[in-house]
């Protein structure tokens, strides 16, 4: 979403019209974020509020993708959650309980508002025998004063407090990708990533066994494609390349 649809709340050349034209043509897409805070309902208001018109069915976020993967793993479970509404909802609408007495998950996700209280529960609940989950491994999160420690940063503190590593379910975890494709009837055969980072959508997307296109209006420049030994099966400068040409109609 962030550098490839929108920056700085706003919307980037090309970004509403690729969004149109699959609407237009029926083509199945989602648009995807790491970020666990928001439920798609707030992340599409965002959209709007920036310019893009996308409904919140064809938002997927890393909260959503936990979320469905711990339905499968454990149907009816129990989680103690560090986060805020876009996962607590999420588990919720996958029919989990939340409950901080004898949870079958520790799940931690992205929040403003991280309490030294809820990180100890955390690493008791983790230590009696809570399988420890963690939406997205980013460290640190943007903000206009500067970085923000984030869910990767946390999840790091509990590691070493309890020796226990999170299962990590958002990217660069391919699972994210497939839970994804599910959720719209997609198969890796036929469909494309478009992100604007290496180490989590390209990487992500190449283990997924999806087309790779990187765009170059986030932080990913020539130098950055060049460090590492994978490469995206397109570049482009942005997603208005990705709009097909409006035919011209003939007077003929």
Not at 155 to 171: D, F, H, M, N, S
Not at 212 to 219: A, F, P, R, S
Request: net charge negative; proline share 7%; glycine share 10%.
């Amino acid at each position: 979403m962030d550098g490839v649809l929108v920056h700085e709340n706003e919307a980037l050349p090309g970004a509403q019209e690729l969004i149109q034209q699959w609407r237009d043509q029926g083509t199945p897409f989602l648009v995807l974020t790491n970020n666990s805070i928001f439920t798609p309902r707030d992340l599409a208001a965002r959209l709007r509020a920036s310019g893009l018109d996308v409904p919140e069915e064809s938002i997927w976020t890393s909260a959503l993708a936990t979320a469905d993967f711990l339905r499968s793993q454990m149907p009816g479970g129990s989680a103690f959650v560090i986060g805020e509404a876009g996962i607590t909802t999420a588990l919720h609408e996958a029919g989990f309980i939340m409950t901080d007495v004898d949870p079958d998950y520790v799940v931690v996700g992205e929040t403003r508002n991280y309490s030294f209280e809820a990180i100890t529960k955390a690493i008791r609940l983790i230590g009696n025998g809570a399988r420890f989950i963690s939406t997205n491994p980013d460290a640190t999160g943007p903000s206009a004063e500067g970085p923000l420690p984030a869910t990767g940063a946390v999840a790091a503190l509990i590691t070493k407090a309890t020796g226990r590593e999170p299962y990590v379910v958002g990217k660069p975890n391919p699972m994210m990708f497939r839970s994804a494709m599910n959720r719209i009837g997609a198969h890796s055969e036929n469909t494309a990533m478009v992100g604007d980072r290496m180490d989590t959508d390209i990487v992500a997307g190449i283990e997924a066994g999806l087309h790779t296109i990187l765009v170059l209006t986030g932080i990913s420049d020539q130098a950055e494609i060049d460090r590492y030994p994978f490469r995206p099966d397109e570049i482009v400068s942005g997603v208005n390349e990705l709009v097909a040409p409006t035919p011209v109609e003939s007077d003929l």
